[in-house]
């Protein structure tokens, strides 16, 4: 029994719907938009090489906080560990801050770009409901 994922534009969510047998017409669970469009589910994957925290906690000892250029390593090492990619705005200021340039301008351009200050996107980035429906 397959589990699909569905957007509603009402709502600026992504539900799962547990769907039994035949497909059901899917409405959202919130304000029942039956208008709901499918996507593609996310998913990870389990490597050989993963890090533990303790390897993770490791690598980031040598970080000098004043040295952007060092931020910026660890930041892209960790993305890599994680297999992340970055987007293009992100991947911008990498750039800038392995450039030299003083990592508090660059933080305040991406939080004018709508970035938290945890780097997260901006809030137009659709939610996820944990539930299954």
């Known amino acids: ?37 499918r996507v593609m589910s996310q998913f990870s994957t389990a490597s050989s090489n993963s890090k533990s925290d303790d390897d993770l906690a490791a690598d980031m000892a040598d970080i ?36 030299g340039e003083d990592p508090e301008k660059v933080e305040r351009e991406l939080e004018e770009m709508g970035f938290g200050e945890d780097g997260a996107l901006p809030s137009s980035a659709p939610g996820r409901d944990p539930g299954l429906y």
């Open 1 to 37: 029994m397959p589990i699909y994922e569905y957007y509603c534009s009402g709502c600026n969510t992504i539900y799962q719907f547990l769907v039994r047998g035949e497909r059901k017409e899917i409405k959202c669970p919130k304000c029942g938009n039956g208008n709901l469009e």
């Open 64 to 99: 000098d906080e004043n040295d952007p250029r060092s931020m910026a390593k660890a930041v892209r090492r960790m993305a890599d560990d994680m297999g992340e990619d970055l987007g293009p705005e992100l991947e911008h200021a990498l750039e800038r801050l392995e450039a």
